[in-house]
């Protein structure tokens, strides 16, 4: 299936320390009457389904990525972004670049190469238990199963149906990283798949927040 992508960057007058966390509750704030941009719904229950907005600051930098209907909003709202406001920081943004591109969300013949740009949270509570009760081989199994998972979690998130097997091959190592101020396991490093999926999208846990940023190795 094609998905349509927009990459929204800002250039702003400083390197930007705070996270993609702080990015998104800008917006959250600025824009509330956009479910998709907050990820809430009323009673201030989270819509669980991928993430069509996500923000990211990669080298001190602010980016923002819209999926189809996300792209559309992001659409109609980059006009209104003047500055960002972190707390009691305040960025004014010289520059904004808008990039709308369609790409294939699809599984391949071919064997496709991508880089975690973002540390990657694949473990939750259950399987970080198992990470650390097994070997090295049986560590990058588990790995692989789950970045399959989360590929198939994003496809039926986006109505894609798969209709063959997804094979995969992570070489990662594991990162320290913190969510919410809580300390976690992230991955840093390569994988190999099956499957071919859009650069800077993000795979795993919070990617909302900008973790699991992925992008093509070309040859």
Known sequence: MKVKILLFSFICDK??????????????????????IHHHLENNKLLY??????????????????????????????????????????????????????????ITKTINNYQFITPWL???????????????????????NILIGNIISMAKSLEYVIKEEIVAIVKVKPTKVYLKGIPMIGFLGTFQVNFHLPDYIGLGKSVSRGFGTIKQLKE
């Open 49 to 106: 389904k991928l993430p069509l907005i996500q923000y990211k600051i990669l080298n001190g930098k602010p980016q923002v990525l819209g999926i189809n209907q996300g792209a559309e909003i992001l659409q109609k709202i980059y006009e209104e972004i003047e500055f960002l406001k972190f707390g009691e920081n305040i960025y004014p943004v010289k520059e904004k670049n808008i990039v709308l591109r369609t790409e294939y969300f699809r």
């Open 122 to 144: 694949a473990l939750n509570e259950e399987n970080y238990k198992k990470f650390l009760a097994f070997d090295r081989v049986n560590r990058s199994k588990l790995l692989e």
């Open 15 to 36: 390197f930007i320390k705070e996270t993609g966390d702080k990015l998104r509750g800008y917006f959250a704030n600025k824009f509330k009457e956009y479910t998709l």
